[in-house]
């Protein structure tokens, strides 16, 4: 079982849609989880971060985490084309390091 | 403020000579990492720097693989005799003094070609 997993998709959604992003890690003493967003040739970008169970809510993202199911999910609300990247899921394990899962393809069609 | 930086952006090189790729983080920032990302694939751990304590090099793939971190700021990560799978982008990180929750904030990065 790998440390952080994430459907490699792609995951295809119309504009104005919600796109929903799952996560899962193997973990279960995990303390804060991360979205990262990266464009083709790009860095990533940090999106957000949530380290308690429930939703966590900012503009049009929305992250949430079940500790308990050691799942944690990301909600894009309306999405645009510009939000067509890929969105890597961190998990902060065992000393400050972070577990990247592979990433989740997301494309946005207008 | 200014952000992770990292040089050069692109570095060509034979097979077996070596590199020297560099990282400065935002100032504050006591934690430093490096990642490497192969075309098409996620983030692989290299090293992990903190304040003046002893890095974390668990992540490094072969003893050709080095880094070290000057005054605590700018790091430079060192690979010798380049093999073709070193090709790669490079990408470093830093995180904030003091944070609890270890949120990282990454370079451009370094893409490097091995001929």
């Known amino acids: 079982q790998k440390e952080v997993e994430q459907n490699s998709g792609p995951l295809s959604v119309p504009e104005g849609a919600i796109a929903s992003l799952n996560c899962t890690y193997s973990?279960?003493?995990?303390?804060?989880f991360f979205w990262y967003r990266q464009y083709s040739g790009k860095s990533p970008e940090l999106i957000m971060f949530?380290?308690?169970?429930g939703d966590k809510e900012d503009g049009r993202f929305t992250a949430q985490l079940n500790k308990a199911s050691q799942y944690v999910s990301l909600l894009i609300r309306d999405s645009q084309p510009s939000d067509s990247a890929t969105y890597l899921c961190?998990?902060?394990?065992?000393?400050?390091?972070?577990?990247f899962g592979a990433g989740t393809i997301l494309r946005v069609k207008s | 403020g200014a952000g992770v930086s990292q040089s050069p952006s692109n570095k060509v090189t034979e097979k077996g000579k070596d590199v020297e790729l560099r990282c400065d983080p935002i100032s504050g920032h006591t934690a430093l990492y490096w990642y490497r990302q192969r075309l098409g694939q996620g983030l692989e751990f290299l090293i992990y720097?903190?304040?003046?304590?002893?890095?974390?090099k668990s992540g490094l793939p072969s003893d050709r693989f080095s880094a070290e971190r000057t005054g605590g700021s700018v790091s430079t990560l060192t690979i010798q005799r380049t093999q073709q799978e070193d090709s790669a982008v490079y990408l470093c990180?830093?995180?904030?003094?003091?944070?609890?929750?270890?949120?990282?904030?990454f370079g451009p990065g370094t893409r490097l070609t091995v001929l």
């Open positions: 949530i380290y308690s169970n």
């Open positions: 973990d279960r003493g995990s303390q804060s």
């Open positions: 961190a998990v902060n394990m065992r000393g400050n390091k972070l577990v």
């Open positions: 720097f903190q304040g003046n304590s002893a890095p974390d």
């Open positions: 990180a830093s995180s904030p003094l003091g944070s609890s929750y270890n949120e990282q904030f």
